[in-house]
């Protein structure tokens, strides 16, 4: 009877023990929700991102480039830490991973313009920038530097257009490459058939440009050409050349004859924290940031590996300390982590995935993209680019919550809101803006380490790396546990497209 009635009392004891810890838990759980900055704090430390960084910048992963074994085994860092910490699979992906079907592309075997009696030839006098394989006859115009204007007034439709590269002669190298993609839309949008730009521009030795231009290239498998052939040419003091400006008409034949592709390897690393809300939980804040970086390049002061600490261990980090925050302390919605491949190749992990969703586009409410070429102002955090969406004060209120500033695109002329991988989801009309360390130029604090083998963890302010990171996350929660998911500003280029995705 004392056995029985000692178990008892016991038993009473331990119930009360249980009961307490369950209630401390429900309100420490509680406290993290009401006051989430100290559980960013204790789950973003200095030690864990710069042990990110240290690996996925590391000499062992010679600069991540698309297609290598080394940047394989960054994803499998980022799927183990992914695994670790309870992050969900997304149905559809095998395991953590998302194929993408890429390919590698040797420079095109024939590229031939024939004008009167003058056959000009690949790379010697011409250069493939975009096209597939093309046999074509028939009337071109010469149209000086290509403006509207003088598209209009040479009638283009069904024709090959003809300009000097550049808006003007004042153009330089840079401004005129720049230009080239608003006049093959220009080109494009009249009907012409082609566009072929004679490089007059002092100072640019043609050899240079073959040699940049013609290497080998990464596509998507099966990625045709969306834009119409464009073309460079050398220019020439040729009598038939000269005949055809003149004239400003004449009879061209073009052939384009593409180089076979071979297959390459490449995987998106991804997964989803589910949210808590009955209703929101449905909708999703995708997470991104490109791991991949350029590989090993010219050797600088004896180094040939470009660790792409900048660009973009730091947004590879930034998407891993979210997973992990989020994983034990989910949001309102749900949370997709992405990092992606082939951004350096042209936004195409971003690209394939908007093209392939795992999640219905239409769920995804939000893309905080993360990706940078580096700081020059550790006072701010930078924004591609405010006062495109309506989460602008969120992403605000997440700066001020490391003591930093939201600023803009210092650098507009760059077009950097369309270099990133947040592009590929703004385009499917998905809200998105990309979330970079703070500068304000692009200067030489900027490019000493920009694409160079000098970007090395030992050189980045951690302190302040750490505290980007933190509002990174922060910027995140806010839009997660938001009752109304953002949407474009009304006028932006992508407003019709969120429309159309989201019928609102």
Not at 321 to 350: D, H
Request: hydrophobic share 40%; net charge neutral; aromatic share 8%.
């Amino acid at each position: 009877m004392f056995l029985f009635c000692s178990l008892d009392a016991h038993l009473k004891v331990m119930n009360k023990i249980l009961l307490t810890a369950v209630l401390t838990g429900m309100l420490v759980n509680a406290a993290a929700q009401k006051k989430p900055l100290p559980e960013i704090a204790r789950v973003v430390t200095k030690s864990e991102t710069e042990a990110h960084l240290r690996f996925l910048a590391s000499d062992e992963l010679r600069g991540r480039d698309t297609g290598s074994p080394e940047l394989d085994i960054a994803a499998a860092y980022i799927a183990s830490e992914f695994s670790r910490w309870g992050v969900k699979k997304v149905a559809g992906a095998n395991d953590y991973y998302q194929p993408v079907a890429l390919e590698k592309k040797k420079y095109a075997s024939t590229v031939d313009i024939t004008v009167g009696d003058l056959t000009l030839k690949n790379k010697e006098d011409l250069i493939l920038l975009e096209g597939s394989n093309l046999t074509w006859e028939g009337d071109a115009v010469f149209v000086g530097y290509g403006s509207e204007a003088d598209m209009q007034q040479a009638n283009v439709k069904g024709k090959w257009v003809v300009s000097y590269i550049g808006a003007s002669a004042n153009s330089n190298i840079q401004q005129a490459f720049g230009e080239s993609d608003e006049k093959v839309k220009r080109a494009k949008q009249l009907g012409a058939v082609g566009l072929t730009e004679i490089v007059a521009t002092p100072g640019v030795p043609w050899q240079i440009l073959v040699n940049f231009l013609t290497r080998e290239s990464i596509a998507l498998k099966g990625d045709e050409p969306t834009s119409l052939p464009h073309l460079m040419m050398r220019n020439s003091d040729a009598a038939a050349v000269k005949a055809f400006i003149e004239s400003k008409t004449g009879r061209l034949k073009v052939t384009l004859v593409q180089a076979a592709g071979e297959p390459l390897p490449g995987k998106n690393v991804l997964g989803i924290i589910p949210g808590t809300d009955p209703k929101l939980k449905n909708e999703y804040v995708a997470l991104t940031a490109h791991y991949d970086h350029v590989g090993i390049g010219r050797a600088v002061s004896g180094d040939s590996i470009y660790n792409g600490t900048r660009d973009n261990a730091i947004g590879t980090t930034a998407v891993l300390q979210a997973a992990r925050y989020f994983a034990a302390n989910p949001p309102k919605r749900s949370i997709l982590v992405m990092t992606v491949t082939a951004e350096e190749k042209g936004l195409l992990g971003s690209r394939w995935f908007a093209d392939h969703p795992l999640i219905p586009l239409k769920q995804i409410i939000f893309n905080l993209n993360c990706d940078g070429a580096g700081y020059n102002d550790t006072t701010r955090v930078t924004l591609f680019d405010v006062n495109r969406t309506s989460a602008d004060e969120m992403l605000k209120s997440a700066a001020a919550s490391v003591g930093a500033t939201l600023n803009g695109d210092p650098a507009p002329e760059q077009g950097l809101y369309d270099r990133s991988d947040n592009v590929s989801f703004a385009a499917k009309g998905v809200p998105a803006v990309t979330f970079t360390t703070g500068f304000n130029a692009f200067d030489n604090e900027i490019m000493k380490y920009y694409h160079q083998p000098a970007d090395h963890v030992s050189n980045v302010n951690l302190n302040y790396v750490n505290r980007f990171v933190r509002a990174f996350v922060y910027a995140a929660l806010l839009i997660a546990n938001n009752p109304a998911p953002p949407a474009w500003k009304p006028g932006d280029k992508y407003e019709a497209a969120g429309k159309a995705l989201y019928g609102r």
